[in-house]
Each structure stands twice: as C-alpha cells, then as structure tokens.
C-alpha cells in the first residue's frame, strides 16, 4: 500500500524524501498506518522496480527529489482503477459485534463500550484535519477528493458511532436505519 501511496504523491509533482514523510504524516496516518522506519526502505525498493526516480534539485543544495517514471505511472493507474473493496481489517473487526450475541450482557456493553471509544477518538482525528482544510469553492481536482475522502470518513464515523449508541441503548433495529 505504501507504494501506492507514494505514486499518488509523485504522480503531480517531484518531492524530497521530507516533504514525502511530512505528507503522509500528516493527510495519509489517520486512514492507515504507516511505520516510521518503512519509507526508506520502500523509496530504494521502488527506485530498484524503476517507479520512480532520485535526482538532485538543481538550485545549488544536495537535496534529491523523487519523480514517477512512466513504469510508475502505469502500475498506480492499473491499481487505482481497479473496483474498490471494503478493508478486510475492518470487516473482521465489525465480526466481533456480529457475534456479540453469544456473550454476556456486561462483555457486550463492553465491546460496544470500546468499539465507540476508539470510533470517537477517530473522529475527534478526522474532525481536527477538517478544520485545517479551507473549504472553497475554486479547487483542483486532486485536493477535492482528498477532502472528499477525509468527509466520507467522518460520516462514516459519525454513522458507525449512532449505530454503537442505538445498541448500546437497546433501541429497535428498524431504528437504525
């Protein structure tokens, strides 16, 4: 995945290996997790598959950027427009409340309990990274959808959290929907 990542970085523009971290740290870690020491690794290995390439900035420093080759562009684009699945992380996650009625009324309050705590904590993430977008109107296409993706989140999020609430609170399930 971090591959991906990356491609869709450099498909637009060349960028240092800093600027590269400091994106993913901020706009790519609250949608999925990226260890600190994988990005080098990950930046040699695609040089070697000749996705990308390293040169230097020619403006008198010995910083190098990073560039999409053709190779790249073409292995980004077959993924991104391959059909969109749900995560299976997620999925198996959501299996444990499916199966919650074979638990005890505490441990299911509990699961419940903590499926709403860590849904809320990222939502507060996903609602702090809105403030920072400036909503207008005149945008490229490229910060479109990257807001339009942190937006499907939170009201993703927001929907999981009612839906937490209403069975925690024991309500109809014609009422969640």
Known sequence: MLEYIILGYLFTTPM??????????????PFY??????????????VTKQYI???PINDGSKKKQYYIT???REYFKKWIEEPVNLPYSYLSEILKIFFAGNLDSA???????????????????FEMMKEEYHDTRDHDD??????ATLYLEILSLRGSLKWCQSLKNGHSLSELL
């Open 70 to 72: 053709d190779k790249g």
């Open 53 to 55: 390439l390293l040169r």
């Open 142 to 147: 490229i910060e479109y959808y990257q807001k």
């Open 107 to 125: 441990s299911r309050t509990r699961l419940l309990t903590e499926f709403e705590t860590n849904t809320l904590i990222q939502l507060q993430k």
């Open 33 to 46: 997790h990226v260890t600190e020491g994988s990005l080098y690794p990950t930046l040699k290995r695609m």
């Open 16 to 29: 240092t290996e800093k600027t590269l971290r400091s994106n993913i740290s901020v706009q790519i870690k």
